[in-house]
């Protein structure tokens, strides 16, 4: 019988853990795309993606809870889901290491005369915009995708061995499963493309996660990437002179520099080598 220092372990191994998790985000994104597509059709506006994002969260979050609880057997804390003051502090540290290597990035080309950038919406407007890009990538994307693998994933690998290397793992089973949803969805065509880009940001963002010690961290990073990638290269209210130029100038530096900027703000000895057991409940 366990006593007040022996508590239980999880119910299964780590990959079997792991598994369920991933196969579970796979019918979720599934059944969402189904749905929307029974729904909405080949129509593609603001109703599709706010009903998309609020099936996807309200399936996402419990989905987390009920593997913690009852297969890990393990508290939501140690995830590094943080509340209140520090839960901002560590949003908008991740925000602002995409945002403001970005900005500089978007600053210079534009002074330089390299990329202009207009748009045909009045101010009020374009804070609307922005401000529901805002609500659907973080219902959408950024907390339902880093609560599985820099929250869940990561966690649950670097119970057993050493971070640097569950961030590598998680990076790749994000982008094994990302690109397969994409290829699922419009083809083959997109598997360098968004292999490629999913690798390089689930190491981006697990790195985030190492040195904040913070889920929200890499949420930030993740919700400034993809307002400012939706808001300037895939926003048709917003005209760009070079899309490639806005590539290179505002998002390239956002991942190149990001940890830096976030190291000038959180200021911890990161744990790269040692495995960090998981608290029992």
Do not use: C
Not at 18 to 41: F, K, R
Not at 148 to 172: C, D, E, H, K, W
Not at 231 to 257: D, E, H, K, R, Y
Request: aromatic share 8%; net charge positive; no cysteine.
């Amino acid at each position: 019988m366990p006593t007040a220092t022996t508590r239980p372990g999880p119910r299964v191994g780590t990959g079997w853990r792991v598994t369920v998790v991933l196969a579970a985000t796979i019918v979720i994104w599934g059944l969402m795309v189904w749905l929307s597509t029974a729904v909405w059709g080949n129509e593609v506006g603001p109703a599709r993606r706010i009903s998309s994002a609020l099936f996807v969260i309200a399936l996402t979050v419990p989905m987390i809870v009920v593997v913690r609880r009852f297969l890990d057997r393990r508290p939501w804390s140690t995830l590094r889901l943080q509340t209140g003051p520090s839960l901002w502090r560590s949003l908008l540290v991740g925000v602002g290491s995409f945002v403001i290597p970005s900005a500089i990035g978007l600053g210079v080309a534009s002074a330089a005369g390299w990329v202009r950038i207009t748009t045909d919406l009045s101010p009020a407007a374009l804070v609307g915009a922005v401000a529901f890009t805002v609500v659907t990538v973080l219902l959408l994307e950024a907390i339902p995708e880093e609560l599985i693998f820099r929250g869940y994933v990561y966690r649950t690998l670097s119970a057993s061995i050493a971070p640097v290397r569950a961030v590598l793992i998680q990076a790749v089973l994000f982008a094994l499963l990302g690109t397969t949803l994409w290829v699922a969805t419009t083809g083959w065509g997109v598997i360098v493309e968004r292999g490629s880009l999913f690798l390089v940001m689930g190491v981006v963002l697990g790195v985030q996660r190492l040195v904040s010690d913070s889920v929200w961290t890499p949420i930030g990073f993740h919700l400034g990437f993809q307002v400012v990638a939706q808001s300037l290269l895939t926003n048709p209210a917003v005209q760009t002179s070079s899309a490639m130029v806005v590539t290179v100038a505002g998002i390239v530096p956002g991942f190149v520099f990001s940890v830096a900027v976030t190291r000038l703000f959180i200021h911890r000895k990161a744990n790269w080598i040692l495995p960090e057991p998981d608290a029992s409940l």
